[in-house]
């Protein structure tokens, strides 16, 4: 595989070049003993190859990631791969899928599913709507940084809650750039208050981590922290570079044929 190219000057790659891919250690977080199941689900918008008759065509990419896979691909370096993909001639996407998944499976280290779509064919059924918005609350102080003390419960009845915030931020630990993500979370439990929910997330704004280490740290922390019966936590951060990653996390397992789709900002 090849080097790093986040924060280096790149050429456009003009032929199929598995070895632009780059893996990065997984960050393990532990969960005081709880299972923690998962998966990283990747969209790709910017994916074209040539026909039989050598035109082009364009395509929905979607790949999904075990969570406790060993490595990380990175992003860049997807995208490098992809564009590689460009002047290729490639028959149908059965065969161009089988190829993806064979070339990230041996970046990460485990098995990765490959979807891929055709425009008119791409289902979007955005479920992220069921979620209440809590970003009404007002929060003075949220912290530098994820605090699992910021977060608090009620009273001790239980509930069932499905809550989302759109004021996910957090910094990519290389570039010093901002990613902005959606975060959503369904619980079973002693009540989470918004308000301290809200300051939790907002933590995260100058946290340099990579997005799937923010979704591990933000199970972690709420699990520890709250004690809930269930639990499942999902990320959805903006594309960049053609690329959109949602890290899905949770006490059972995530079915990836019941993801929550593609939100209003991506």
């Given at each position: 595989?090849?080097?790093?190219?986040?924060?280096?000057?790149?050429?456009?790659?003009?032929?199929?070049?598995?070895?632009?891919?780059?893996?990065?250690?997984?960050?393990?977080?532990?969960?005081?003993?709880?299972?923690?199941?998962?998966?990283?689900?990747?969209?790709?918008?910017?994916?074209?190859?040539?026909?039989?008759?050598?035109?082009?065509?364009?395509?929905?990419?979607?790949?999904?990631?075990?969570?406790?896979?060993?490595?990380?691909?990175?992003?860049?370096?997807?995208?490098?791969?992809?564009?590689?993909?460009?002047?290729?001639?490639?028959?149908?996407?059965?065969?161009?899928?089988?190829?993806?998944?064979?070339?990230?499976?041996?970046?990460?280290?485990?098995?990765?599913?490959?979807?891929?779509?055709?425009?008119?064919?791409?289902?979007?059924?955005?479920?992220?709507?069921?979620?209440?918005?809590?970003d009404a609350h007002?929060?003075?102080?949220?912290?530098?940084?994820?605090?699992?003390?910021?977060?608090?419960?009620?009273?001790?009845?239980?509930?069932?809650?499905?809550?989302?915030?759109?004021?996910?931020?957090?910094?990519?630990?290389?570039?010093?750039?901002?990613?902005?993500?959606?975060?959503?979370?369904?619980?079973?439990?002693?009540?989470?208050?918004?308000?301290?929910?809200?300051?939790?997330?907002?933590?995260?704004?100058?946290?340099?981590?990579?997005?799937?280490?923010?979704?591990?740290?933000?199970?972690?922390?709420?699990?520890?922290?709250?004690?809930?019966?269930?639990?499942?936590?999902?990320?959805?951060?903006?594309?960049?570079?053609?690329?959109e990653i949602n890290?899905?996390?949770?006490?059972?397992?995530?079915?990836?044929?019941?993801?929550?789709?593609?939100?209003?900002?991506?």
């Amino acid at each position: 595989m090849g080097g790093n190219p986040l924060g280096k000057r790149t050429g456009i790659p003009v032929r199929y070049s598995p070895e632009a891919l780059h893996p990065i250690p997984r960050e393990s977080i532990p969960v005081d003993g709880a299972v923690m199941h998962g998966l990283d689900h990747w969209r790709a918008y910017e994916l074209s190859w040539l026909g039989r008759d050598g035109g082009p065509g364009v395509f929905v990419g979607e790949f999904l990631f075990p969570a406790d896979s060993p490595f990380l691909v990175e992003s860049k370096s997807l995208k490098l791969y992809l564009a590689g993909l460009n002047n290729e001639r490639i028959d149908d996407t059965a065969f161009a899928a089988e190829r993806i998944a064979r070339d990230l499976s041996a970046c990460c280290g485990a098995e990765v599913e490959t979807r891929i779509w055709g425009l008119t064919a791409y289902p979007d059924n955005c479920l992220l709507a069921d979620y209440a918005l809590i970003d009404a609350h007002p929060i003075a102080r949220f912290g530098n940084g994820p605090d699992a003390g910021l977060l608090e419960t009620g009273d001790g009845h239980v509930v069932d809650r499905k809550l989302r915030t759109e004021l996910f931020r957090s910094i990519c630990p290389v570039t010093g750039q901002p990613d902005w993500a959606s975060a959503a979370l369904a619980y079973s439990g002693r009540e989470i208050t918004e308000p301290s929910l809200l300051r939790y997330f907002c933590a995260y704004r100058s946290h340099a981590a990579w997005h799937e280490s923010c979704a591990g740290q933000a199970f972690h922390d709420i699990l520890s922290a709250c004690r809930p019966e269930r639990l499942s936590l999902s990320l959805h951060f903006l594309r960049r570079g053609g690329l959109e990653i949602n890290v899905y996390r949770g006490t059972t397992p995530i079915d990836p044929d019941r993801l929550l789709g593609r939100d209003a900002r991506q």
